[in-house]
Nanobody, 115 residues
Framework: QVQLVESGGGLVQPGGSLRLSCAASGLIFSAYAMGWYRQAPGKQREWVAA???????NYADSVKGRFTISRNNAKYTVHLQMNSLEPEDTAVYYCNAARSVHNYWGQGTQVTVSS
């Protein structure tokens, strides 16, 4: 079965950095678009960034210039480098794999930005 396992979350001060990782298994990784979403307390889940199967990247306006998404098809991993973190970035971050009607989610990793 498909599994997506996130790691790398934690507590960081404003202005700091974190690198999230997502390890995928059970799917043809290179064929899937990979993305990161986040959900803050009391808010709906929102899209953060995506990288297509061909390597094209796209970002939400709120993180553009601060976050970078990348994928390694040989290692079945996708990363989210987060710089200049702000308290508003506090959320549970979820990894997503999507292809046609297939859509898979990880269990999430908590990111807390606080002094």
């Amino acid at each position: 079965q498909v599994q997506l396992v996130e790691s790398g979350g934690g507590l960081v001060q404003p202005g700091g950095s974190l690198r999230l990782s997502c390890a995928a298994s059970g799917l043809i990784f290179s064929a899937y678009a990979m993305g990161w979403y986040r959900q803050a307390p009391g808010k709906q889940r929102e899209w953060v960034a995506a990288v297509s199967s061909g390597g094209y990247t796209n970002y939400a306006d709120s993180v553009k210039g601060r976050f970078t998404i990348s994928r390694n098809n040989a290692k079945y991993t996708v990363h989210l480098q987060m710089n200049s973190l702000e308290p508003e970035d506090t959320a549970v971050y979820y990894c997503n794999a999507a292809r046609s009607v297939h859509n898979y989610w990880g269990q999430g990793t908590q990111v807390t930005v606080s002094s």
